[in-house]
């Protein structure tokens, strides 16, 4: 059922603070947290995808965080229906809503709609997948260039999950992944969404010390441990930079003095991705909180998130 209040969304690029400002936002409001992030729904990855502590998850209730395994891989698609899911469920206690994350095809999916896809069945999944394994995504991406070659001048065969999204439909259904996007069902809900950002040094600085951070913390042992499970780090889920880069090391095609340098360019490069996408948004507050007070921030998001929804 849809609720003609906007939805809290906080969003920005990583290393910007989201996950600190909104377990503080969060309690102040009454609220609970949705998480917007395409890695930390996985229960198997942990020092890579920097997750709400378990203190900060005593404090506020975070959902979709640790909610699947590696091996159920989610889609956008499924984060927006179990993300508006989770928005029904809250506001139907009574309590406030707060999405946060900064996974971009996640929150396009969310704010901007779903094209109606059907469902594919699990077996065609796992079939599509099992053929990804053996044959490699090169030649799954010229299988689907052949059968939906809109779709695929968007891609590169680099970009194995939307590959083999794309050939797993046209598998199940007999039509290409590009028709269905004609038709877009709307969201839910609206949203109102505020950007936070930092200027590019201070960004940058923020990166450096979080991949600092993940090394102490155990990042090479932990995907060291990922792999001896089965896991190929550079196939999605697990593709996530950190474990990739890892992934080069235990190769031996990086060595250890690299790795720290690799990790922060590569994150680096991705958060300019975001902000590209960010500016996207027009409907989208930015809020700019490098030199700020982190209280002051809170108290201006407070304020805006603040307007009581509609019984």
């Known amino acids: 059922m849809s609720n003609p209040a906007p939805i809290p969304l906080l969003t920005g690029p990583t290393a910007v603070g989201k996950t ?47 909610s699947r395994s590696v091996r159920d891989p989610m ?27 900064g996974s971009t095809l996640y929150l396009r999916a969310l704010v901007n709609g779903l094209g109606n896809i059907p469902e594919v ?33 968007t891609l590169d065969a680099t970009k194995t999950q939307r590959v083999v999204r794309g050939l797993e439909v046209f598998v199940a259904t007999g039509r290409p992944i590009s028709s269905y996007f004609d038709v877009i069902c709307p969201p839910a809900y609206s949203y109102d969404v505020v950007v936070l950002d930092r200027t590019r040094s201070e960004l940058y600085r923020r990166i450096d010390e979080r991949v600092s951070l993940m090394l102490a913390e155990g990042l090479v042992e932990e995907a060291r441990t ?11 889920p697990t593709r996530t930079i950190g474990y990739v880069e890892v992934a080069s090391l235990l190769r031996g095609e990086l060595d250890e003095g690299a790795l720290v340098d690799t990790i922060r360019k590569h994150s680096r490069r991705y958060a300019k991705r975001q902000l590209t996408w960010f500016r996207r948004m027009t409907d989208a507050e930015w809020l700019h909180v490098t030199d700020r007070d982190p209280d002051e921030v809170v108290e201006l998001l407070v304020r805006r998130f603040g307007r009581p929804s509609p019984a």
Do not use: M, W
């Not at 229960?43 to 640790?66: C, I």
């Not at 069945?121 to 053996?134: I, K, N, S, Y």
């Not at 990922?226 to 780090?233: M, S």
């Open 121 to 153: 069945p699990p077996d065609v999944r796992d079939r599509v997948r099992g053929r990804l394994a053996e044959e490699g995504a090169e030649d799954l991406f010229r299988e689907l260039s052949e059968h939906d070659p809109e779709f695929a001048r």
């Open 226 to 236: 990922l792999a001896a499970q089965g896991l190929n780090l550079e196939a999605n």
């Open 20 to 66: 600190t400002l909104s377990v503080r936002v969060a309690e102040r409001l009454g609220a609970e947290i949705i998480s917007a992030d395409s890695r930390q729904v996985y229960r198997e990855l942990g020092v890579a995808v920097d997750k709400p502590s378990s203190s900060d998850r005593l404090r506020v209730r975070h959902h979709l965080v640790d």
């Open 75 to 101: 889609s956008a698609g499924v984060f927006a229906r179990e993300a508006e899911a989770c928005i029904a469920d809250i506001l139907s206690r009574g309590k406030s809503p707060l999405v946060v994350g």
